[in-house]
């Protein structure tokens, strides 16, 4: 993996980046034991403004006694994935200032002062709100309305609201995602459903294009999304 780009001083983009993760967003905990440096995963609980950030204390049935690595005063290096916004790798050191055990067991930290990422594309993508109506691609039957949060001439993010009507595509399931592209011409995409996750209001899918790079380019450009 190449090497993560250091960034000292957090930027309002990068502060945006990590007040995104979500509750229960999974998260590589790294922290030394003795002589032993260890990761462990464990979840992201939340954070209180930048004053601290909280996570779930690892499960020590699986991982081990790691009471020495998690004491007050001791660094660990946080690393999780925002694939939901940017695709990126997020990594950040930063200090144990207070463990609890009750009612819930679980680690509050110092705010990060820097952090370091990767790009896990290898093309950017265009972020955006585009409402698409997701059709069977074999039977033609419709399947519910989305929004597109982002999307690339390879591939798209895209949510539905876990209220809305209709069912729910299912993984490797070959969809057209129809778009207005004008108020009198009406396109699709063809694509893969290739991977899903949700929170407390939404449902994400990662949508691989089956549509030839030239004729989602064409599209992007209708949208205003890339220049001609």
């Known amino acids: 993996m190449a090497i993560l780009q250091e960034k000292v001083g957090l930027s309002n983009e990068e502060l945006r980046k990590i007040r995104s993760t979500r509750p229960g967003s999974p998260v590589d905990l790294q922290l030394t034991v003795g002589s032993e440096t260890k990761r462990v995963r464990t ?5 209180d403004s930048n004053r601290c950030v909280i996570f779930r204390y690892p499960d020590e049935e699986k991982w081990g006694a790691l009471s020495e690595g998690v004491a007050e005063g001791n660094s ?18 930063v200090q144990v200032i207070l463990v609890v055990t ?3 067991h679980i680690i509050f930290t110092s705010f990060p002062t820097a952090i370091q990422s990767h790009d896990l594309r290898a093309e950017t993508r265009a972020q955006t709100r585009i409402a698409t109506n997701i059709v069977d691609a074999g039977n033609n039957s419709t399947i519910c309305d989305s929004v597109v949060l982002d999307i690339s001439t390879n591939g798209c993010r895209m949510s539905i609201d876990k209220r809305a009507r209709g069912t ?15 108020k009198d011409k009406m396109t699709y995409l063809t694509g ?17 294009f089956e549509t030839p790079e030239e004729e989602v380019n064409q599209l992007l450009q209708d949208l205003l999304l890339v220049s001609a």
């Open 43 to 47: 979840e992201f609980i939340g954070m």
């Open 76 to 93: 660990v290096i946080a690393r999780y994935i925002l694939e939901d916004e940017t695709g990126e790798i997020i990594a950040f050191k």
């Open 102 to 104: 009750h009612p819930s």
């Open 168 to 182: 729910r595509p299912k993984l490797r399931q070959v969809v057209n995602m129809y778009f207005a592209a004008s």
């Open 192 to 208: 893969t459903i290739m991977n899903s996750k949700s929170d407390e209001v939404n449902l994400y899918y990662g949508v691989k």
